[in-house]
């Protein structure tokens, strides 16, 4: 597997989708070596070796290696304040969507798939399997050199990341690797027809895979997941960029309080219009209102999931959204947008049209005001349907597809 993200070093939910799949697959007898960019922190390495032995079952192995490039998808909140007035220009006209990406990625993505194949020659492998645009051409390589089977994951694509307003050269590295591969998983219905539809594919290649989540709820102290005021909490939790639809999320916080100024909103994140969000906030006048807790992991996520009384995922362009399946798990009723793959399955919880400022408003107020009602009911009945979505059964799934190929 090549992939960019995998915990302990994550930027969203990628990593946990590659770790919940990776875990998935060993315990259906598969072995597999994870390849990330290279990292340079001794802390996360010695991370790396601990989870190694915890992925080991029986004579099943997970072996994580490292590519000697510093390969990274997203640029600072500080690096795209400079730029953000003249990329949101160019969307509104209908172009560009560069100042997404840093000035030396496309070169990183390239020294990535030139290394690629010395990984590949240091075993015996049956099937290559890659997730997200960063890798494909690494895929590629291998797939040339090794004459393996080629499984692409797409988690995402430049339509969803852009606002359709796509970078070619993503485009074109997405669009070689989707003809390339002899497979391609897409995490929902909502990015199959994407692949199709914009990238020429026959939809028999594309196999739906969505993703599930590790049913495990972790518990704490009361105290921990206070907020230290009786005042209700609304989360929004994930990357803070254009994808993700935080600006709605900010425009409809500004109808609530007129309404009830009291709740609060919270930004758990971090991405390239964080500084833009604080910024807007403040012009809007909800300072007092709306506070941002930067990235947060591990245990401090569940916390803030259990700390709030609502949370709303109102992205534009959602491949899947796992977010709102951890949600349900720390028993907080959710809103999800309807463009997001998620809702497939995902039955009990509130849906919105990202664009729907009113409708979002009215479903936010309706769950803070019957919290113990409907807010509550969506729970109980969200999280029974969460509870059958395992890692497991997409790894068995998973396991079908490769075995599929190698026959």
Request: hydrophobic content about 40%.
């Amino acid at each position: 597997m090549f992939g960019w993200e995998f915990p302990p070093v994550k930027s969203g939910g990628l990593g946990t989708a590659c770790y919940g799949l990776t875990r998935g697959l060993t315990h259906h007898d598969v072995d597999i070596t994870f390849v990330l960019p290279h990292i340079f922190d001794e802390h996360h390495r010695d991370q790396f070796m601990h989870l190694e032995g915890i992925f080991d079952r029986k004579e099943v192995t997970v072996k994580v290696k490292h590519i000697r490039t510093v390969l990274r998808p997203y640029q600072s909140a500080v690096s795209y304040e400079e730029e953000y007035l003249r990329v949101v220009r160019k969307r509104e006209a209908g172009t560009g969507s560069e100042a997404i990406y840093g000035t030396n990625l496309f070169e990183e993505v390239e020294r990535y798939a030139l290394l690629a194949p010395s990984i590949a020659e240091e075993g015996e492998y049956d099937v290559v399997h890659c997730h997200d645009w960063m890798t494909y051409q690494a895929g590629v390589a291998v797939k040339k050199s090794k004459g393996l089977p080629l499984v692409v994951h797409v988690h995402a694509t430049e339509f969803d990341r852009t606002g359709g307003h796509p970078n070619q050269h993503v485009y074109d590295i997405e669009r070689a690797g989707m003809h390339a591969a002899d497979v391609i998983l897409a995490v929902s219905g909502f990015t199959k027809w994407k692949i199709v539809e914009h990238y020429g594919i026959s939809p028999d290649k594309v196999v739906i895979m969505h993703n599930a989540v590790e049913p495990q709820k972790a518990s704490f102290d009361p105290d921990q997941v206070s907020f230290g005021t009786k005042d209700k909490v609304v989360l929004f939790l994930g990357r803070i960029t254009l994808q993700k639809g935080p600006d709605y999320f900010l425009k409809s916080a500004k109808k609530v309080l007129a309404l009830d100024p009291t709740v609060k909103f919270i930004f758990v994140g971090s991405g390239d219009m964080e500084a833009h969000m604080v910024r807007l906030a403040a012009d809007m006048g909800m300072a007092k209102n709306v506070l941002f807790a930067g990235f947060l992991e591990g245990r401090d996520v569940d916390r803030a999931f259990q700390m709030a009384d609502l949370y709303v995922m109102p992205s534009v362009s959602e491949p899947f959204g796992i977010t709102p399946l951890e949600s349900l798990i720390n028993g907080t009723p959710c809103i999800i947008s309807k463009q997001s793959g998620v809702s497939e399955v995902l039955q009990h919880c509130l849906k919105v049209d990202f664009w729907d400022i009113d409708e979002l408003t009215n479903k936010i107020l309706a769950v803070l005001r019957y919290q113990e009602t409907l807010g509550q009911t969506l729970v109980e009945h969200g999280q029974k349907e969460v509870y059958s979505l395992t890692w497991d059964k997409v790894g068995l799934k998973v396991k079908r597809v490769y075995e599929g190929l190698v026959a």
